[in-house]
């Protein structure tokens, strides 16, 4: 083929994209999109009223026809192959002309969001840097091709929108910087598992409340929140309900994914008791907007913080609220973060560890959504315990191996009726622990790390952290 030749075909290919067609797509389906694989995904757009849509897949010729509504929206499912690297093509035809999507991957699509712990990117906020980003992304570009990721952009709205902007971008150093670090390590995490693209969606914003993230319908039922504050310049954009479910969440839903990660609440202290049913109520909603049943929901612990008061306890509650939260939810878990701060991070509600948070997160998926066996993904949790005067056993959960280290273990305080706690010492035995304390003379309580800053050092033989938790002794 001539010179000449080429160049022609390659400008008619060029014009195919979008030649004069009426049909207009959301940013989320544009080229680079990465599909749920051996799925119905969900395509969507817009064309003229009633118009005939013709949509062609390119991994199997297929074509689906649909027509736009009275609003000129239309909607169409389409079957998706089984994950590979390769490139594909969608083709969106109307009577106006043809828009063309290419470079399409197809493999596993997850859905994160939360505030600014979700949010912060590989390249970290100002004076708060991401441990090791250097480096990720540095070599990123080795998951180009691999690991795509679709940052939804800070978009406030009082009511529904249509549309938000967020384009798909490749992983390479010059993207990868502005990647949320948490979804960037757990797709890291998840392609060297599964050997198929990932594809995340970035949907957070610093600084939001569970509240913000739920539509009007369900607010209205919670006598604590004034929706008069949504779109009110007096109040800081990220303390405002609804604003994030309208803006940016509701542009993207029902894009196939394979399931959510949370990573919220730091706003949230101090609503301990509402808590919990307010983000299972969440996921509940979330999953019946998508349609795609009990989509698989994984949260993060919020760190280790002083939340006002290093020595007060409403971090360590709402902590406990998170775990509560994720009791009420089926088909969900919760990784546990407070071996992941940095001594001097007391003051500094960004702690850098954010790799271990997206593996943990990755290992979680991999045993309980991919069913790949012997990977270890469950903390230490308490279960019971055996009080004789000022001595107790511990008998926890996912503790088979036992734990480490295996005396002087830190964290643990006990306190008498008086309410009084003291620290306690900690011996390590089997897959118990026995506490002791010379304060008390009967242990009426028991906490471990129940504190807003007070990091955790004890771990299973998997390396994983001992979840903070407190009780009480039965009497």
Not at 437 to 458: L, T
Request: glycine share 8%; hydrophobic share 40%; charged share 20%.
């Amino acid at each position: 083929m001539s010179q000449l030749k080429i160049l022609f075909t390659a400008a008619l290919v060029m014009c195919a994209m979008s030649v004069d067609a009426s049909v207009t797509l959301p940013d989320i389906i544009g080229r680079g999109m990465v599909l749920q694989q051996n799925s119905n995904a969900r395509l969507w757009g817009w064309s003229d009223a009633g118009a005939t849509v013709k949509v062609t897949t390119s991994w199997n010729e297929a074509n689906y026809e649909v027509r736009a509504d009275e609003q000129g929206k239309w909607s169409v499912a389409v079957a998706t192959p089984t994950a590979s690297y390769d490139k594909y093509s969608v083709t969106i035809a109307d009577a106006d002309g043809v828009v063309a999507i290419d470079d399409v991957l197809v493999g596993e699509v997850w859905f994160c969001s939360g505030q600014s712990n979700m949010e912060m990117p590989l390249n970290g906020f100002w004076t708060q840097p991401v441990e090791g980003s250097a480096q990720a992304i540095a070599y990123s570009g080795q998951y180009r091709g691999k690991i795509r990721m679709a940052t939804i952009a800070k978009t406030a709205a009082v009511t529904p929108a249509d549309n938000v902007q967020g384009e798909w971008k490749d992983s390479c150093p010059a993207n990868a910087r502005w990647f949320s670090a948490v979804g960037y390590y757990f797709a890291v995490a998840l392609n060297n598992l599964l050997d198929v693209p990932v594809g995340i969606i970035n949907c957070s914003w610093g600084g939001s409340h569970v509240e913000g993230w739920l539509p009007r319908e369900e607010l209205v039922k919670y006598d604590d929140v004034d929706l008069t504050q949504a779109g009110n310049k007096a109040v800081r954009e990220w303390d405002q309900p609804m604003i994030m479910y309208n803006g940016m969440l509701h542009p993207l839903i029902g894009y196939t994914v394979k399931g959510f990660l949370w990573n919220q609440g730091e706003s949230n202290i101090n609503q301990h008791e509402t808590y919990p049913q307010r983000l299972a109520r969440m996921v509940e909603i979330w999953r019946d907007l998508w349609g795609q049943g009990e989509l698989p929901f994984y949260s993060v612990e919020v760190p280790p913080y002083s939340y006002g008061d290093v020595n007060g306890i409403n971090g360590a509650l709402l902590r406990e609220a998170q775990h509560k939260a994720m009791a009420l939810t089926p088909n969900s878990g919760i990784v546990c973060t407070s071996d992941l701060s940095k001594p001097y991070e007391a003051e500094d509600i960004h702690a850098c560890m954010k790799q271990p948070i997206g593996e943990r997160l990755a290992w979680m998926a991999a045993v309980r959504t991919y069913g790949i066996e012997g990977i270890m993904c469950d903390s230490p949790t308490f279960d019971s315990m055996e009080v004789d005067g000022n001595s107790a056993l511990l008998h926890f959960n996912n503790a088979d191996g036992g734990f480490t280290p295996n005396r002087n273990l830190q964290g643990f305080e006990v306190a008498g009726d008086d309410g009084v706690f003291y620290e306690a010492d900690a011996v390590a035995i089997d897959r118990d622990i026995r506490i002791t304390c010379d304060n008390v003379s009967r242990i009426a309580e028991v906490r471990y790390c129940f504190r807003n800053w007070m990091p955790g050092k004890v771990h299973s033989t998997d390396w994983l952290p001992l979840v903070p938790f407190r009780a009480k002794s039965a009497r």
